[in-house]
């Protein structure tokens, strides 16, 4: 069955320090996509990131970098120098092949920059 | 290009009573998706439709939840009678592959 574990809850960091939000997943598909999306205190979720199982390959997109690591089932996000607008709380999630790539959400992690 | 768009933005109502919402998913998405969203939570997936065909509605409370896709373009939610526990935002969102663009969500108070 999958599963999305986001261990974090709530992190508070200062403007302008990195910060890691975890994400663990558990699946027994060898085919697979992995998301990040962030939700503003306005609601709407915003999409980040996609990965497949099969590009373990990191990525950077300016401020932002994702972690793939199929060894440990993890994809952790990376947000450097942080911003007060990077407030929000950002979900991980996970979609298999078996079930018509069904999407599973985290709980979320709060983000809390503090200016 | 257009978002998903998603009304009303609010809606309180008392419980028994009936609630409607309504989704218009990005132009040319065929795939729409409505989730719950618990406070503190994240997304539950309600019901997922390809074109107007359901692929997926395990999760969809029917004794009381209904969604139709009509003409495979908007769709609308329905919660018939509500509860207490209903209350959330309730999320609609489009994807035409595997990545999925959301709404802003309508979120409902059960009194």
């Known amino acids: 069955a999958q599963k999305v574990t986001q261990a974090q809850t709530e992190i508070s960091v200062v403007e302008k320090e990195d910060v890691t939000l975890d994400c663990v997943y558990e699946t027994r598909d060898t085919t697979y996509y992995l998301f990040w999306y962030k939700q503003p205190p306005s609601g709407e979720l915003v999409f980040l990131i996609r990965?497949?199982?099969?590009?373990?390959q990191n990525e950077i997109s300016g401020r932002y970098s994702w972690n793939f690591q199929k060894s440990t089932s993890s994809f952790n996000f990376t947000i450097t120098a942080s911003q007060v607008v990077d407030s929000a709380v950002y979900f991980c999630?996970?979609?298999?092949?078996?079930?018509?790539?069904?999407?599973?959400f985290g709980a979320g992690t709060r983000l809390f920059v503090k200016a | 290009e257009a978002g998903v768009a998603q009304s009303p933005r609010y809606k309180i109502i008392e419980k028994r009573q009936s609630v409607a919402f309504w989704c218009n998913p990005i132009s040319g998405h065929a795939t729409l998706y409505w989730y719950q969203q618990i406070l503190g939570q994240g997304p539950k997936l309600l019901i997922q439709?390809?074109?107007?065909?359901?692929?997926?509605d395990s999760q969809l409370p029917k004794d009381r939840f209904s969604a139709e896709r009509l003409k495979g373009v908007d769709s609308t939610l329905k919660i018939q009678p509500a509860k207490l526990e209903d209350s959330a935002v309730y999320l609609c969102?489009?994807?035409?592959?595997?990545?999925?663009?959301f709404g802003p969500g309508t979120r409902l108070t059960v009194l």
């Open positions: 990965r497949n199982s099969f590009d373990e």
């Open positions: 439709f390809q074109n107007n065909g359901v692929v997926d």
């Open positions: 969102a489009s994807s035409l592959g595997y990545t999925q663009y």
């Open positions: 999630a996970l979609s298999e092949a078996t079930g018509g790539f069904k999407t599973i």
